[in-house]
């Protein structure tokens, strides 16, 4: 790969925009529903379903329940999506807003990260 080539695909990378937002994994047998915040939605479901089969993933609930009815056994939605114009801003007190109105509504719901 020539320099300007690795120049411009990381001038991409830095100015992508990512879909933020409120995010729910939910396990269909029992109703139990996790919150959390995301800053990039499709690489955090990504990330959690590594750290859930691999045992690895700090909320330990959310991953005996995982262990017990497995991935087909969970629906991974966004609940929430954040509209942003700065992609390289902070809107994590934003996305903990949000988060906490969610709860607000849910009250059986739990964080998915502690």
């Excluded at 959390?36 to 700090?58: M, V, W």
């Excluded at 991974?76 to 999506?81: A, E, Y």
């Excluded at 700065?86 to 809107?91: A, G, M, R, S, V």
């Amino acid at each position: 790969m020539d320099a300007q080539r690795k120049r411009d695909l990381m001038e991409a990378y830095k100015n992508r925009r990512p879909e933020m937002g409120v995010i729910e994994i939910k396990c269909k047998a029992t109703g139990d529903s996790f919150l959390g915040i995301s800053k990039d939605t499709r690489a955090d479901f990504n990330g959690t379903r590594i750290k859930l089969e691999s045992g690895t993933h700090p909320n330990k609930v959310l991953e005996k329940l995982w262990k017990q009815y497995g991935e087909a056994g969970f629906e991974l939605s966004v609940l929430q999506v954040l509209k942003y114009d700065d992609p390289l801003e902070d809107h994590t007190d934003e996305l903990e807003k949000m988060r906490k109105e969610r709860m607000a509504d849910m009250p059986k719901a739990a964080k998915l990260w502690r």
